[in-house]
């Protein structure tokens, strides 16, 4: 079994940027994406990015392509998701979660991951 552990949520000014970490530990298993999710209050939880376990293969929402960046660090079993130009609307708690199979990356639903951490808060004030 996998524990997922996010770091680096805060409070930012609209057009700042925060680098968001989350480490994988316990029973890990070589093979698993990664990807990070986001949820409102009152809101469904929407897809953010998601990487292979590789780091060759990335999949991103269409609404922070080109401000929002994930990456992965095998050998720390670290995955990052860098948040630059921040807009109000990014506000929400962020989750870090991960797949057995490897493949939940060509997938934009939750319902593909089998663990998930706490959840980070990010807000981002006008």
């Known amino acids: 079994q996998v524990q997922l552990v996010e770091s680096g949520g805060g409070l930012v000014q609209a057009g700042g940027s925060l680098r968001l970490s989350c480490a994988a530990s316990?029973?890990?298993?070589?093979?698993?994406?990664m990807g990070w999710f986001r949820q409102a209050p009152g809101k469904e939880r929407e897809f953010v990015a998601a990487?292979?376990?590789?780091?060759?293969?990335?999949n991103i929402a269409d609404s922070v392509k080109g401000r929002f960046t994930i990456s992965r660090d095998r050998t720390k079993n670290t995955v990052y998701l860098q948040m630059n130009n921040l807009k109000p609307e990014d506000t929400a708690v962020y989750y870090c979660?991960?797949?057995?199979?490897?493949?939940?990356?060509?997938?934009?639903?939750?319902?593909?991951?089998?663990?998930w951490g706490q959840g980070t808060q990010v807000t981002v004030s006008s």
């Open positions: 979660a991960s797949d057995k199979l490897g493949t939940a990356w060509r997938y934009a639903e939750s319902q593909y991951y089998d663990y």
């Open positions: 316990g029973r890990t298993l070589s093979g698993y994406a």
């Open positions: 990487v292979s376990w590789s780091g060759g293969i990335i």
